[in-house]
């Protein structure tokens, strides 16, 4: 996220060449998808989806047919077993809808106050507003796309903003840790800041508009 995004806006606002650190720890896809604790993975996930297949055989109560001698001729029968009846459930659609007006009122009262929050508090409403639009995605179908397309446009807007702090709050100590072997590490804090400040604006007018957004549910 670093070289693909913050570190180019960076350098077109006018950053002079910088040498970044490298990770020890960076691994390819390849040596990943290899590794023994992504193989198990896989193996439990084969695992769990797998269905037996084979029948129950069992023995009848009484003969299925009775021979001119009297003698009982006790075929096998094979039952494929079935899942028992589910219980009566009420309506999702209702159930759906409660749980995303109660996700729009926390993120809508976290919002409107997002220049009071810390780090941590600012992390927390942005899972929150990715957990509400996973949560559309999955119920779209039963609410009107008139409606809910507004909606998901304006909410991917507040996503966008909390996303691009979020890369912003991760970059920041690493230009810091710089500053001392690489004085041009100063400009970058600099320009992080200065745009953290211009987020935080363009933050609290998002989320005063998905405040007073149409909800799709109404």
Known sequence: VLKGSVLPAIAAAGLPPLVLPVSPHQSSGTQLVASAGFQRWLLDMLALCTIPAEPLMVKPVAPVSVSARGDADHDEVFIFPHAPPLPQKPPLKPLLIKKLKKWHRRIVQNGVAFRNLNIEQQHALRKQCKKLRYALQFCEYLLPAANLQPYR???????????????????????????????????ACGWIQARQATLTDAASKAFRRLAKAKLPWD
């Open 153 to 187: 446009k304006q909410l991917a807007v507040v996503q966008d903003i909390l996303g691009e702090m979020n890369d912003l709050y991760v970059a920041l100590p690493l230009f810091e840790s710089l500053k001392m072997d690489q004085p041009q590490a100063w400009f």
